[in-house]
């Protein structure tokens, strides 16, 4: 069973709010992922990072930011939320080697107003 | 431009009706093709790897087969806790980089 988790699972907020999705691993993965993920659509990778102090983004273009200062905690923050915004985002991680097997968190709905 | 295509986009089947579900790809040198299953509200969860043309991973009643430009994920006597989305992806060339994701069959199986 994954060891990844993210928090809120759900989130209704109000547009210009500033928001910090959460995600925890405890696996020791160096490589982290965000990934976003409308009904019907693929996932789309909007963030990822291949350890402490490494950041980079995705091929989806975003507004939102990431940060690594420790290896188990990878937060995404959006300084002002829109409507644009609203959509389901799922953190994953990766062990070491190049099996491409992703372990996912069960994902943050954020819905704003 | 590298390109996951899965097919159908929904399939219903009863309880023993098998299967199968069609991943297309255009990627320059793959790396890796990967099937998930994503149950609804919850994050994918990983089903296979396979590496080269002629592959075939098998577990329980799926089995994933792979050719130069499709993989497959063929379904044997269905049961309803099978109901779930099925997604594909690649993996580029370039080591350490993230996977190409299709949209993914939803696969209904009622008894």
């Known amino acids: 069973e994954a060891d990844i988790y993210q928090t809120p699972r759900y989130l209704v907020i109000g547009t210009g709010k500033k928001i910090t999705l959460e995600c925890s691993q405890t696996m020791g993965h160096d490589k982290m992922y965000w990934y976003q993920q409308d009904p019907g659509m693929e996932l789309h990778l909007i963030h990822y990072?291949?350890?402490?102090?490494?950041?980079e983004k995705g091929d989806l273009s975003s507004e939102s930011t990431v940060s690594r200062i420790r290896t188990e905690h990878f937060p995404l923050t959006l300084e002002s939320a829109r409507p644009s915004h609203t959509s389901q985002y799922l953190c994953?991680?990766?062990?070491?080697?190049?099996?491409?097997?992703?372990?996912f968190g069960e994902g943050s709905r954020l819905t704003v107003l | 431009e590298d390109q996951v295509t899965q097919s159908p986009e929904a399939l219903r089947l009863q309880e023993g009706e098998s299967s199968s579900l069609n991943c297309s790809y255009t990627?320059?040198?793959?790396?890796?093709l990967f099937w998930y299953r994503q149950d609804p509200g919850k994050g994918p969860e990983f089903l296979f790897t396979?590496?080269?043309a002629g592959e075939e991973k098998e577990k329980e009643r799926l089995k994933a087969t792979l050719t130069k430009k499709e993989s497959f994920l063929h379904i044997t006597a269905p049961k309803p806790e099978d109901s779930a989305t099925y997604l594909c992806?690649?993996?580029?060339?370039?080591?350490?980089?993230?996977?190409?994701f299709g949209k993914g069959t939803t696969l209904s199986v009622s008894s």
């Open positions: 994953a991680s990766r062990p070491e080697g190049n099996t491409g097997e992703l372990f």
């Open positions: 990627v320059s040198g793959l790396r890796g």
């Open positions: 992806a690649v993996q580029k060339p370039q080591a350490g980089t993230a996977l190409i």
């Open positions: 990072s291949y350890g402490v102090n490494s950041t």
């Open positions: 396979l590496y080269s």
